[in-house]
């Protein structure tokens, strides 16, 4: 990158909670948020999530999610439920970083950069079951322009005035990795100054039930009145929206804010694979290894879930590359199995790791100690189905690398 760029804002929905100190303290608690809805849990209170909603499922729903507070009730009415969980992490990101203030970065210097695996799931079921039951004619005009997956990003450069580049990004589990890949260029061109990137998706019964074929939940997480087979992983389905504010250094210094974190580096890798696995172990720990000298001050590694063989198996192999070039390798975490693993989760995986770098310790997880530097980092390793891999390191903010 010819400038260095630094993460000034983070916005939160999860099943962690959708602030940043109930996040942190469930980081550091290693706090289990997977749970049955209960009926009057605020999730389904007031019909803030008009699409139907799998009852009796053990999943990481999010957590004192309230969309009122962030979206007017006239747009409301218009969004589907990610694009309120986007909207809402927009926000607390956007005033985190000291930018609802349309007086301090003009609107058009503004971009967006939005990961998705799925996009909008549940309105599109209810779409698609009433057209395949009753016809073309059945489709609901007012749901349709929710279905399409750059929905939620139009609906949050809407709402908050943002005219610059809107990008919606895709890349499987990887997907929130990729977005902040994607923001890093439009920085790096000079398209924008400030980017918002990050990633949302949400639970539905077709995708509970799917993974409850493969075997990738647990019996309590699986629809019972699905097809089933032997439940051997242990895949916490989640949903939720992450957002972080991304800028060059000497921009927000002028601005008067101070940055969170610094990104290293964030790019994406196809490695050859066979369709719907994981991909290559191997090649994943290859791209790793070609940046071992990037890695020699790296405090904490940030993984994905072990339900999953290969992924787990990749990372594996990075761990003991990391410990071939740089000594005893740095700790493992694997958040997501606590917060419910989605396709764009990694964005919250990065912003965890801001979290990290800018508190100076370890979470309570990895041993709770000191970070030994000032710029001690930590990486997300972004490894995504069909050879995708998207590694992001996160730096805290000190001296000189």
Known sequence: MSSE???????????????EAAVRQALEADVDGGRVLAPEDSRLADRLDPAPVPAGIRAGWVRDFDPRQAIDAGRLRRMDFAARMLV????????????????????????????????????????????????????????FPNLVLNAAAGQAAIQFGLTGPCLAVSLEEASGEAALAAGLDLLDAGRCDVVVAGGMDEISRSVLKLLAVRGLVAKDAADKRGPGKSHRGTLLPGEGAACLVLERRDSALQRQVRPRARLVSAATHGIAATPWDFGNPKAIADVFEAGAKTLSRLALIIGGSRAVDPRRMAETLLLERISNACGAPPPLIRPRERYGEFGSCGALDVALACLVVSGRHLPGSAGGTPLR?????????????????????????????
């Open 373 to 401: 530097m000032p710029r001690d980092r930590v990486l997300v390793t972004g490894c995504g189905r069909s050879g995708a891999v998207v590694p992001v390191l996160v730096e805290g903010i000190g001296g000189e690398s």
């Open 88 to 143: 809402t992490a927009c926000r607390s990101a956007l005033a985190d970083a000291c930018l609802l203030n349309r007086d301090v970065v003009a609107g058009d210097r503004i971009g967006l950069s939005i990961g998705s695996m799925l996009g909008n799931q549940r309105e599109t079921e209810v779409f698609l079951d009433r057209v395949l039951d009753r016809g073309a004619a059945a489709g609901q005009p007012f749901l």
């Open 5 to 19: 760029i630094v993460v000034t804002g983070l916005g939160f929905v999860s099943a962690w909670g959708c602030t």
